[in-house]
T-cell receptor, first 116, second 113 residues
Framework: EAGVAQSPRYKIIEKRQSVAFWCNPI?????LYWYQQILGQGPKLLIQ????????DSQLPKDRFSAERLKGVDSTLKIQPAKLEDSAVYLC??????????????FGSGTRLTVV | SQKIEQNSEALNIQEGKTATLTCNYT??????LQWYRQDPGRGPVFLLL?????KEKRKERLKVTFDTTLKQSLFHITASQPADSATYLC????????????FGAGTQVVVTP
């Protein structure tokens, strides 16, 4: 099966600019996650979708971050305006409901964002 | 506060030896503990899962133990190979946060020939 696709792979923007990341999960995976991984740290969950509904966005900085999942498939994560501390790798992952607890999540390769 | 702690220092090991990594957690009651491998520039890849009522799990050269009394998991790579060089992440799932997989910072393993 095809993996989780993410684009772009790299992005450099100036602070206060906006940026968007795209994710296409594995076909049939109803659950989609966005994680932020700062250099030297583990991934931190930003938002979790079940189909096109939000299950958990408690760690999403909602004043500047937004995310949507179109028709329960693809998802976009947006940052507006970006801050220097947003420099990180943004990882998308997907799983089948409950199966993720037993069979792990499948991650994309991520988008490396550098804010200058 | 909840914490997942892994050794921040890289583990340097000679090929053929066993690498042992530690994952300690506090203020969690995990139902599942997962281990992932992450290579530079790539996303984490799922390796193994162990449930709270299991003591040990094996998969090929990998072995995971889970001690809920000590609040600790050990991850072993036996007969290590240079291809095993990567960062290994511990992650927890609790019964009150299904689907919210929380990660430690990872431990880098370097296997030299």
């Amino acid at each position: 099966e095809a993996g989780v696709a993410q684009s772009p792979r790299y992005k450099i923007i100036e602070k206060r600019q906006s940026v968007a990341f795209w994710c296409n999960p594995i076909s049939g995976h109803a659950t989609l996650y966005w994680y932020q991984q700062i250099l030297g740290q583990g991934p931190k969950l930003l938002i979790q979708f079940q189909n096109n509904g939000v299950v958990d966005d408690s760690q999403l900085p909602k004043d500047r971050f937004s995310a949507e999942r179109l028709k329960g498939v693809d998802s976009t994560l947006k940052i507006q305006p970006a801050k220097l501390e947003d420099s990180a790798v943004y990882l998308c992952a997907s799983s089948q409901p409950l199966r993720g607890t037993r069979y792990g999540y499948t991650f994309g390769s991520g988008t490396r964002l550098t804010v200058v | 506060s909840q914490k997942i702690e892994q050794n921040s220092e890289a583990l340097n090991i000679q090929e053929g030896k066993t690498a042992t990594l530690t994952c300690n957690y506090t203020n969690y009651s995990p139902a599942y503990l997962q281990w992932y491998r992450q290579d530079p520039g790539r996303g984490p890849v799922f390796l193994l899962l162990i449930r709270e009522n299991e003591k040990e799990k094996r998969k090929e050269r990998l072995k995971v133990t889970f001690d809920t009394t000590l609040k600790q998991s050990l991850f072993h790579i036996t007969a290590s190979q240079p291809a095993d060089s990567a960062t290994y992440l511990c992650a927890l799932l609790t019964t009150d946060s299904w689907g919210k997989l929380q990660f430690g910072a990872g431990t880098q393993v370097v296997v030299t020939p």
